[in-house]
C-alpha cells in the first residue's frame, strides 16, 4: 500500500515532460510515453490516499489487506480502476498490462483465477 502510495504520488510530485530528447527524430525530440496526469486523474488519486499512522505518516493507498491481499478500502480500489487503460478506447494498452499479469503468473494460472472470480486476485492484478 505505501509503495504504490509513493509510486502514484511521484507522477503529481514530479510532473513528466510532454516531450523528451530524441537523438532519432528529426526535431531532436518525441512525445514522452510516460502517463499524463489530467485534472481527472488527479483527482482519482488525491481521493485515495491516505495518511497512515503506522507509517509515520507516510501516506499510503488503503487498496489490499493483510496477510491475504483480499480488497481492503472499496472506494480506494474503485479509484484505482479508473486509472487503469479503457478496454475499448486503449485496447493495445490494457492488453498489454493483461499479457504482463500472465507473463509473470503464467496463462494457466490467469485462467483458472478469472474463472474463480476471487475479488482479491483481481484487486492484485488491478495493481
Known amino acids: 500500500n505505501e509503495i504504490l502510495y509513493r509510486t502514484l504520488k511521484s507522477f503529481l510530485d514530479y510532473p513528466r515532460p510532454e516531450r523528451i530528447e530524441d537523438d532519432t527524430s528529426p526535431s531532436g525530440t518525441r512525445e514522452n510515453p510516460a502517463p499524463k496526469v489530467t485534472p481527472r486523474t488527479r483527482a482519482i488519486m488525491d481521493a485515495i490516499f491516505r495518511a497512515d499512522e503506522t507509517t509515520g505518516g507516510v501516506g499510503c493507498v488503503m487498496a489490499l489487506r493483510e496477510p491475504e491481499c483480499t480488497p481492503f478500502e472499496k472506494e480506494a480500489l474503485a479509484g484505482i480502476t479508473q486509472l487503469l487503460p479503457d478496454p475499448v478506447e486503449e485496447e493495445e ?9 500472465m507473463e509473470l503468473v503464467g496463462r494457466e494460472a490467469v485462467k483458472m483465477n478469472e474463472q474463480g472470480g476471487s475479488e482479491g486476485w483481481r484487486a492484485r492484478c488491478d495493481i
Open 93 to 101: 494498452a490494457h492488453k498489454s498490462g493483461w499479457d504482463l499479469v
